[in-house]
């Protein structure tokens, strides 16, 4: 089969000819027709996340979309290694397929699922969004922070207040729900001040972190000490990407006066049962409420040329024939 193989860490996946894939007992052969390249398919491909494995050559990606032997249009996930996403077939756990509502097209799908697992699992089972709470989106100007501002919104967030560098890109978001702006191109001690005011006057319930690093520290910062906004309930602050540092510096007192509940999300903090839950619930409220996700999509046959050139702020989609 035709497919996008890695050879060599490092490197962009070649274009070319990989060993047709057989269902085991208990899986399905999907035959691909988009997969979208997220950071998590980029960090597996490159060896340099924690859940990569596996002997070179491999085929990459993480997820896509696509049609079962029986005609089922699903979405799937986690396919058997040394098989990936982008490949003409793969091998997928039959409990790793979920149908799609057929209002959602394959690139939409395919480009969505990664940003929306990122956002929809922390808020609908790790920390819950309750109505009377604000949810707070540090790093909304990337892929993953645009969808989890719309996905808060539409789960009832009483407020939905959103960060970013980019101050032009930030004005974009109250279009897409958000009700607060925070900038983060400004002092690191203002911010932590604003912070500190926005949990107090919305009442902060959930702080979803795609960014950690310096903004992270200032919003934990925030979050506690003597002036500490108090509520009824705890913040669940979870941490999901690292964009602005893998590590931060934490005093304890920050968390001891605070009440801040720390979590993570990624593979191994949920189980690949909820996170199929999840993605379903997902993919229903996506197609109802026409989720924004930008794409850029080429054929698979493209994917040594397209791998590091899409265009910020897009997601890259391969579409197999």
Request: proline share 7%; hydrophobic share 45%.
């Amino acid at each position: 089969m035709k497919a996008a193989i890695v050879r060599e860490l490092g490197r962009p996946p070649s274009y070319g000819d990989f060993e047709d894939p057989t269902a085991q007992p208990g899986e399905a052969l999907v035959s691909v027709r988009a997969a979208a390249v997220s950071p998590l398919a980029r960090s597996r491909a490159s060896g340099e996340h924690y859940s990569a494995r596996g002997a070179l050559p491999f085929v990459p990606g993480v997820d896509g979309v696509g049609r079962t032997a029986d005609g089922r249009r699903v979405f799937f996930a986690f396919a058997r290694a040394p098989f990936g996403s982008l490949a003409a077939l793969v091998p997928v756990d039959s409990d790793h397929l979920v149908d799609l509502p057929n209002t959602l097209d394959d690139v939409t799908a395919a480009a969505a699922a990664n940003p929306g697992m990122s956002c929809w699992v922390p808020l609908t089972q790790l920390a819950p969004v309750r109505a009377d709470e604000a949810v707070l989106v540090n790093g909304a100007t990337g892929i993953a922070g645009q969808m989890a501002v719309q996905v808060a919104k539409f789960l009832g967030a009483s407020k939905v207040i959103a960060t970013g560098r980019d101050e032009a890109k930030l004005r974009e978001h109250s279009d897409l729900g958000a009700d607060v702006l925070l900038p983060l191109n400004q002092p690191i001690e203002a911010f932590r001040d604003a912070v500190r005011k926005v949990a107090r006057d919305a009442r902060v319930g959930v702080v979803l972190d795609y960014l950690w690093g310096p903004s992270a520290e200032a919003i934990l910062r925030g979050l506690g000490g003597p002036d500490a906004p108090r509520g009824a309930s705890r913040v669940r602050f979870v941490q999901v990407g690292s964009m602005a540092g893998p590590t931060i510096t934490l005093a304890g007192p920050s968390l001891r006066s605070s009440g801040v509940e720390v979590l993570g999300s990624g593979l191994g903090s949920s189980t690949p049962e909820s996170l199929i839950t999840g993605i379903g619930q997902f993919f229903e409220a996506c197609a109802k409420a026409r989720f924004r996700v930008a794409s850029e999509t080429h054929p698979l046959s493209e994917v040594e040329r397209a791998w590091d050139s899409v265009a910020p702020g897009k997601r890259l989609v391969f579409t197999v024939p």
